[in-house]
């Protein structure tokens, strides 16, 4: 069993076959799937997909690319929908310094904005960080430790930052990148840090894994990341699904 915990299926590369796409993943071995928003209509939709599908959980939120448009009222109905029953978590929400789709400013001022009414509602963060590692940690570490505080989705980050970053109770996801020859630093990342503070994604429809790549990712291609990282960790993929399984249960509170 495995599940993917970071998916974009609101999305209209999935709108001819995503009945089909889910029939692929159920009978593949995933048992879950966690579908992220991303601005106020995604959500709307992540929520409505997760009452149509049992599969399905939901996160709410807005994206750094979205800071400049993200109002106060928006926010408000984004609140709303996150007290629907399979809505758990709040994202994704972040910085991205790398697209600069939004102002700096606004991205900073929406992320923090977001940690707190998240903080507020009990709910742990998906967090999206993009070539923005020091400012999301500073403003990370504001938020102070505690358990259950969220997850850095596809993360890009060096060993030592995800120790740090899982010191202060956050979980690490690890995407279809590690199966890029070339993607040496989350290589590490998935060989090193500990089993029970891992999560594992597909960021579909972006990042198709290695044999996929250059296709459109699914929630299926999830078994090629948790076979890497059972290769890099000289472990059975057995390990590795039941382990980052148990671990989104934790985190997303799937039963």
Same mark, same amino acid.
């Given at each position: 069993m495995l599940i993917d915990s970071h998916a974009h299926l609101d999305m209209k590369d999935f709108d001819k076959d995503r009945e089909e796409i889910l029939k692929r993943a159920?009978?593949?071995? $995933?048992?879950? $799937?966690?579908?992220i928003g $991303?601005?106020?209509?995604? =959500?709307?939709?992540? =929520?409505?997909? =997760?009452?149509?599908?049992?599969? +399905?959980?939901?996160?709410?939120?807005?994206?750094?690319?979205?800071?400049?448009?993200?109002?106060?009222? !928006?926010?408000?109905? +984004?609140?709303?929908?996150?007290?629907?029953?399979?809505?758990?978590?709040? /994202?994704? +929400?972040g910085l991205d310094f790398f697209r600069n789709r939004s102002a700096k400013e606004n991205q900073l001022k929406i992320f923090e904005r977001q940690l707190k009414i998240a903080d507020s509602l009990g709910l742990p963060v998906v967090i999206h960080d993009r070539e923005a590692h020091e400012d999301v940690i500073? $403003?990370?570490?504001? @938020? /102070?430790?505690?358990?259950?505080? /969220?997850? +850095?989705?596809?993360?890009?980050?060096?060993?030592? @930052?995800? =120790?740090?970053? !899982?010191? @202060? /109770?956050?979980?690490i996801s690890i995407p279809g990148t590690v199966t890029y020859n070339?993607?040496?630093?989350?290589?590490?990342v998935a060989s090193v840090i500990p089993l029970d503070r891992m999560l594992i994604e597909t960021d579909c429809p972006f990042l198709a894994p290695v044999p996929k790549r250059g296709k459109r990712n699914e929630p299926l291609f999830v078994t090629y990341t948790a076979g890497e990282i059972a290769?890099?960790?000289?472990?059975?993929?057995?390990e590795i699904a039941a382990a980052t399984a148990a671990n989104a249960k934790t985190l997303f509170n799937i039963a």
């Open positions: 159920l009978e593949g071995g $995933i048992t879950h $799937i966690v579908t $991303i601005d106020l209509e995604s =959500s709307l939709e992540a =929520s409505r997909l =997760s009452k149509e599908y049992d599969c +399905i959980y939901a996160a709410v939120g807005c994206h750094p690319h979205n800071a400049d448009t993200c109002t106060p009222e !928006i926010l408000d109905r +984004i609140a709303q929908i996150a007290s629907e029953e399979k809505v758990r978590a709040w /994202g994704e +929400i500073s $403003i990370l570490k504001k @938020m /102070g430790k505690g358990e259950k505080k /969220g997850v +850095i989705h596809c993360f890009s980050g060096d060993a030592d @930052m995800a =120790s740090e970053l !899982i010191d @202060m /109770g956050y979980y070339k993607a040496y630093k989350v290589k590490k290769s890099l960790r000289n472990t059975s993929f057995e």
